[in-house]
Structure formats: structure tokens, C-alpha cells
């Protein structure tokens, strides 16, 4: 059973870290779908990085660098460019498949995985639980407090609610609406970099298009979550709890299709509120625009 | 105007970076020498596995006969029929499509293009006089390395992990169990798929977790038939100091001392041989099959997992397939 917990958390990763970035994004009122590519991304870079330093540690830095450069690229064209965010997060997803699978071409004239990569090796006397619950993963749920206390509790957290709530009203307080939200972007690339980093090193390659759809069920929990640390955290456990029972439980009753579909299930219940409804933003998707 | 203009260019360059990324030509061209187009699965050429196995039938050939050979990867899904379009269209001699996801295209695309041969690793289709289908009776394989697994195994419990879920993957599965019951009925056999899409072949991070479940409840031999999924069920292994065993290719080099073995899928011969016939003017559409008996399964022994792989367990599994050779033993496929 603890074997089940340890893997739910495991799971959960990623999507906790994709997800708290999203919610530093659409708290400020920016869709980002982009969030798959940037995982796919930071998975690209902590593989390469670690691969040609020797250091996961470098691995990760490279990959949270990497991440914020690509959530940049998003704020620059939603933004600045006024490109519809949708549409922006998609084309950056695309770009993310096509360019990491170029790059590993130039580095290791491959179109499907990289060199192995050592990752992190647990110190030998933390090597109990270490070795169960990765680095990384002990940091994402570190991350979840720290983000509640950024958004709820710091100046720069009540800014970027009030520019996801009210961009107008914020504007008329002073507020650099855009500034602010391209922090709140950046940031998101900077958490969902770090998620990306998670699965290169866990398992130790980098593999074309890892990513599988994780940035969407990160977005899902998101919503499913209301847009909150803890809702996230909740409904990442939740979605790495039901992936996880399928190595776990040998039940014949229950389908592996139903399971993989239960992500998606419980963000449709929750958006059309069985369960407390999910209420994003007021300004989520609408461009600012000062005249 | 400016925001539609600055949204194409942008488009635009992500095309080109998927554009870019997906073709790679290699070789001479010149007029009078056969073309030989090849078109990857999911996974990719460098996936030290089942792609590679078939690219190295390929580069085998060119270096013989002096064809000319093309590769072409798909990015997406949608790209698979283009890609095979392209290569007709150009009048290719002979394309082949590695891998059974491109059964459909294969079939559009070959109706379209009756002077043009095709082959498909792991696909039938029937009825086309200048498509060969290229299958392989992969459970004879699979029991050889089920049995090796079944006497290696100290706990009794022993592993299986398949990439997408459905018929052909279940072959090995099969195979793989009933190669284990037959030299140790009591054998306990954990089996989970990684998935239901063809991402299933390139998720190693799920892999991984798979593997570290069915270790958890002692599985202490795993044989993997994923793609590159398949990493992640080898470097969990080698994590918990049980033992893995490869697919398609040999991938014993991959972690020497966690590799009990490889199943050997060899696509490289099958892919040789339909060159050859065609160099030869001998081009065979309908259906090739290729088993044991021909050399075309087996598992790997090299100097990574001599240690491991006892002269006994090379004994029994030598032994079961010259009586399955023989057709003594008939190797169940459902």
C-alpha cells in the first residue's frame, strides 16, 4: 500500500509542478495551453544539460531557464502581438515537438531518445526514502505552500489576481497590467520546466514527445482544482492516484480505458459545478488592451 | 494586419521546425540505381529496438547492391500517408513502412500507386500483388525468453509490460507466458500494457512506474515490448537489482548485469531479404511470414550478459526451439 502511495507521488509530479505553473498564468488572467511544450521542453534540456555536464543539478537549472524562455515566447506573442492565447499555447506545442526532436538530431543523431542520463543519485544515508520519493518530487510539494503563501500573501500575488480578476480596475491603480501577467507567465515556465526536468531524469532519457499529454492533464487539474495550490495538489494526487492503481490493482472490472478517461471526466463535472462549481478568472483569455 | 501577419510567420516557422526535423536524405542519387524508401514507426530510427532493427536491413542492402536508400520520419500521425506519397511519388522502386500503424496508409497509398512496390513490417494486407507483408511469428520468440525468465526467476513471479495495447503486442505476451508455464507451471506472470494510443511505445516515465509496481509484488524478471517505453522498465530494474529482458534489437549493451537477455525480432533480415528479391527481380507481394525456424527469432547472447544467461537456461531454450523447429511444441498466438 505505501508502494501506492510512494508511486501516486511519483506520478503526481509533474502535473503538480505543469499545474501550479499554469495557475501562476491563468491567475493573471493568460490561457497556457502552453504548458505541454514547456514540460517537453524542460525534459529536453535537463537531459541534454545533464548528459554533456554530468550534473542533474545543472540539468534542472538549464531546464527551468529553458521553460521560462518558451512561457516567454508565449507572453511575447499573446501580449505584446495580441495573438489569441489559444492559439499561441497550441502553435508553441507544436513548435516544442519539432524543435526537440530537430535538436536531438544535432546533438545525438537520434529521432527517438537521448544517451542515457545518471539523474540524481540519493546520498547513501538518506537512501530509505530517497530512493521512493525522487528529489524533485519532495521540491513540488514544497513548492505548494510556497506558492499559496507568493499568491495569497505578497504584494506581487494580489497584483496578479487583481490584473486576472479586473485588468482594468488594477490599470487604474497603477498597476503595469503587462508586466505583471509576463511574471506570472515566466513563472509558470520556470515551475512546468522544472516538471519537464522531473521526467527526463526520473527515467533517465529523454524520449520523443515524453511529455504523452501531461501538460493537458496539469491544465485539467488545474481547473479541476479551481485555480488554487491546494485544489491543485488535491486533484494532482488524485489523477496520480488513478494512473498509478493501474499497476497496482489487478481489477478486471475496472477498464483501463475508464481509468484514463477519468481525468477529463472529473474537470467536465467540476466545470459544470456536481461538486462545488469551478469558477476561473473573470479576465481569464481576454487581452488587455490600455487605450 | 500586423497580428495576422506576425500569427503566419509563426506558424510558419513551426512548420518548418517540424518540416525540417522529419526528413533526412542520405545517400547519393543517381538514376540508374534502385530507390529504396523507408518510413519509421512512433519511436523513431535511434530507438535502439524494432526501427533500428529495420534500418539496419536497410543499410545492409545498400551497402550489397548499391541502392540508393531514403529515410523519412513522421512527425505526427497525419504525416504517415503524406510521407509514403512523397516517396511514391518520386518514383521510388520500393517503400517500405516499418511498423503495423501504417497497415491503412500503406493500403491507400498502394492502390493509388500500382507500379510502385511497398512492403509493412507487421502488417497484412491482403489481396495486393505489389505489397509484400512482412509478419513474424513473434510468440516462438517470446516463449524462449518466457522459459529462460521462469528458471531465472528466484521469487516466482515474473513480469511483462507491453507498449499499446491490442493484437499484436498481446502475441507476445502470449508466448512469453506459455514458454514460462511450460517449464514451470507454478510461474506467476504480471502483465500490464502502458497504454491504449501509440504514445504507449514512448513513454518511459510510465514504464517505469509499471516496472516498479510489478517488482513491489516480486516480479524479479521483466521482458518489455514497448518501444522506448521500454527504458523506463529497464532502468527500474536496474534500480531494484532485478533483471529486464529487450525487445526487437538486441539491448543487452543498454544495461549490462540487468540484462538477463534480448528477444531478437529480426526485421533487419526480413527487410533484406524483400531488397534482395527485388534487386533480383524476385519481388513477392502477399504474405511473408518468418519465425523461428528461419532465423528470424531468438534471444541474445553477447559478452554484456554471459554471466547471467547460464549455458543452462541457453540449453533449455535451444532445445525448445529446435522441438517448436520441428513442430512438436506449437506456440499458441491468442
Request: hydrophobic letters at 45%; aromatic letters at 8%.
Amino acid at each position: 500500500m505505501i508502494a501506492l502511495l510512494f508511486a501516486t507521488l511519483r506520478t503526481a509530479t509533474p502535473l503538480l509542478l505543469a499545474g501550479l505553473g499554469g495557475m501562476f498564468s491563468e491567475r493573471g488572467g493568460v490561457v497556457n495551453l502552453a504548458l505541454e511544450g514547456i514540460l517537453l521542453t524542460g525534459a529536453f534540456t535537463a537531459a541534454t544539460v545533464s548528459y554533456y555536464t554530468g550534473s542533474a543539478t545543472a540539468g534542472v537549472l538549464a531546464a527551468i531557464l529553458a521553460g521560462a524562455l518558451i512561457a516567454g515566447l508565449h507572453a511575447l506573442m499573446s501580449l505584446k502581438f495580441r495573438v489569441d492565447q489559444v492559439v499561441s499555447g497550441v502553435a508553441i506545442n507544436m513548435l516544442a515537438m519539432g524543435l526537440t526532436e530537430f535538436l536531438m538530431w544535432i546533438f545525438f543523431d537520434s529521432g527517438s531518445n537521448s544517451p542515457r542520463v545518471d539523474g540524481f543519485s540519493s546520498p547513501e544515508a538518506l537512501s530509505g526514502i530517497l530512493t521512493e520519493v525522487p528529489i524533485l518530487t519532495i521540491c513540488a510539494l514544497l513548492a505548494v505552500p510556497i506558492a499559496a503563501w507568493v499568491l495569497f500573501r505578497t504584494r506581487f500575488g494580489l497584483r496578479l489576481r487583481s490584473v486576472g480578476e479586473h485588468p482594468e480596475a488594477a490599470d487604474s491603480l497603477g498597476i503595469r497590467v503587462h508586466l505583471v501577467q509576463l511574471q506570472g507567465v515566466l513563472l509558470s515556465g520556470v515551475l512546468a520546466g522544472a516538471g519537464g526536468a522531473f521526467l527526463s531524469l526520473n527515467a533517465h532519457y529523454f524520449v520523443k514527445n515524453m511529455s504523452a499529454g501531461r501538460g493537458y492533464i496539469a491544465l485539467a487539474a488545474l481547473i479541476f482544482g479551481k485555480w488554487h495550490p491546494g485544489g491543485v495538489l488535491a486533484a494532482t494526487l488524485l489523477f496520480g492516484f488513478t494512473e498509478s492503481l493501474q499497476g497496482h490493482l489487478h481489477i478486471s472490472w475496472l477498464p483501463v480505458r475508464f481509468v484514463q478517461m477519468l481525468p477529463y471526466v472529473l474537470t467536465m463535472v467540476a466545470l459544470v459545478g456536481v461538486i462545488g462549481r469551478s469558477k476561473g478568472p473573470l479576465a481569464l483569455g481576454r487581452l488587455f488592451v490600455k487605450d | 494586419m500586423k497580428r495576422m501577419i506576425l500569427l503566419l510567420m509563426f506558424v510558419a516557422l513551426c512548420g518548418l521546425a517540424c518540416g525540417s526535423s522529419s526528413e533526412g536524405e542520405r545517400g547519393a542519387q543517381s538514376d540508374d540505381n534502385l530507390k529504396v524508401g523507408m518510413v519509421f514507426d512512433i519511436g523513431g530510427k535511434g530507438d535502439r529496438s524494432f526501427n533500428d532493427s529495420a534500418y539496419r536491413g536497410l543499410i545492409q542492402a545498400k551497402e550489397e547492391f548499391g541502392i540508393t536508400a531514403v529515410e523519412f520520419e513522421p512527425g505526427q500521425d497525419s504525416d504517415r500517408e503524406q510521407g509514403l506519397r512523397k516517396l511514391a511519388d518520386r518514383g521510388f522502386d520500393l517503400v517500405i513502412g516499418v511498423g503495423f500503424l501504417f497497415t491503412e496508409s500503406i493500403r491507400k497509398v498502394a492502390t493509388d500507386y500500382p507500379d510502385i512496390h511497398f512492403a509493412i513490417v507487421d502488417g497484412r494486407i491482403e489481396g495486393m500483388s505489389n505489397v509484400a507483408s512482412l509478419t513474424f511469428r513473434e510468440e516462438e520468440g517470446c516463449f524462449l525468453v518466457g522459459a529462460q525468465a521462469a528458471l531465472k526467476s528466484e521469487t516466482g513471479v515474473i513480469g511483462f509490460i507491453g507498449g499499446m495495447k491490442g493484437d499484436l503486442i498481446k502475441r507476445f505476451l502470449t508466448g512469453y507466458s506459455a514458454g514460462a508455464l511450460a517449464v514451470r507451471p507454478d510461474i506467476r506472470i504480471l502483465s500490464n500494457y502502458a497504454g491504449l494510443t501509440p504514445t504507449a511505445f514512448s513513454d518511459p516515465v510510465k514504464g517505469k512506474e509499471l516496472a516498479l509496481s510489478q517488482i513491489g509484488q516480486g516480479a524479479d524478471v521483466i521482458f518489455h515490448a514497448s518501444g522506448t517505453t521500454g527504458n523506463g522498465v529497464i532502468e527500474a530494474a536496474r534500480e531494484k537489482g532485478v533483471l529486464a529482458i529487450g525487445v526487437d534489437s538486441n539491448q543487452n549493451h543498454m544495461a549490462p548485469g540487468t540484462m538477463l537477455t534480448s528477444m531478437e525480432k529480426r526485421v533487419d533480415r526480413a527487410v533484406y531479404t524483400t531488397i534482395k528479391r527485388l534487386v533480383q527481380g524476385s519481388f513477392q507481394g502477399g504474405f511473408n511470414e518468418f519465425g523461428l525456424e528461419t532465423g528470424h527469432l531468438g534471444y541474445s547472447l553477447d559478452e554484456h550478459n554471459r554471466d547471467l544467461l547460464t549455458p543452462r537456461l541457453c540449453a533449455v531454450a535451444d532445445s525448445l526451439a529446435a522441438e517448436i523447429a520441428a513442430g512438436r511444441i506449437t506456440v499458441p498466438r491468442k
